[in-house]
């Protein structure tokens, strides 16, 4: 099966300026996922779709990131203003139920975002 | 408030050596997961834990899941090289969320 795409995978910006991540997640699979990860961090959920409604942003800061998922396919994920601390690479996934119920992630090759 | 730690942060170790990882979390779940990462790589899949007493192997990787006391053990019996990478655990939600931990980067030393 084709994995998850992501694009660009590399994108370099100014503070203030706007950038939008777009994803493509495995056919069939339901639930989306947006992951910011910092370097020398763990992933961090931001936004999780599914369908395309959220189940859950609770960590996403809204006041500069905005997702959405239109007809439950895609999504793309957008940020503005940057800001510095925005740096790192935003992750998507998507999973499906495939081992006894519990859902398995599979991450996107991930975008690559410097602020300066 | 969720927490996921893992410790050691960092491991060196040299080839043919055994070595854990271990994974708490502050909240009890019954599903337990482990990543593994390579440098400028996205995460794959190693393990997946659904229940006390768990235990799945898979080459010289072996992970454990003990939910009474929150936490996940990830042995590496005889390292070689190729394992040098990071691993994640992550922890199962209600919602079908995934919480990683802080990470464990690995190298193996010939």
């Known amino acids: 099966e084709a994995g998850v795409a992501q694009s660009p995978r590399y994108k370099i910006i100014e503070k203030r300026q706007s950038v939008a991540f777009w994803c493509n997640p495995i056919?069939?699979?339901?639930?989306l996922y947006w992951y910011q990860q910092i370097l020398g961090q763990g992933p961090k959920l931001l936004i999780q779709f599914q369908n395309n409604g959220v189940v859950d942003d609770s960590q996403l800061p809204k006041d500069r990131f905005s997702a959405e998922r239109l007809k439950g396919v895609d999504s793309t994920l957008k940020i503005q203003p940057a800001k510095l601390e925005d740096s790192a690479v935003y992750l998507c996934a998507s999973s499906s139920i495939r081992v006894a119920g519990a859902n398995v992630l599979t991450f996107g090759a991930g975008s690559r975002l410097t602020v300066l | 408030e969720l927490k996921v730690e893992q410790n050691p942060l960092f491991l060196s170790m040299q080839e043919g050596k055994n070595y854990t990882i271990y994974c708490n979390y502050s909240t009890t779940s019954d599903r337990l997961y482990w990543y593994r990462q390579d440098p400028g790589k996205s995460l794959e899949s190693l393990f997946v834990?659904?229940?006390?007493?768990a235990v799945k192997q898979e080459g010289r990787l072996m992970a454990s899941l003990d939910t009474k006391a929150r936490l996940s053990t990830l042995h590496i019996t005889a390292a070689v090289h190729d394992l040098s990478a990071t691993y994640f655990c992550?922890?199962?939600?209600?919602?079908?969320?995934?919480?990683f931990g802080t990470g464990t980067s690995l190298t193996v030393i010939p």
């Open positions: 992550a922890r199962g939600g209600t919602g079908n969320q995934f919480y």
């Open positions: 056919s069939g699979h339901a639930t």
């Open positions: 834990l659904l229940s006390n007493g």
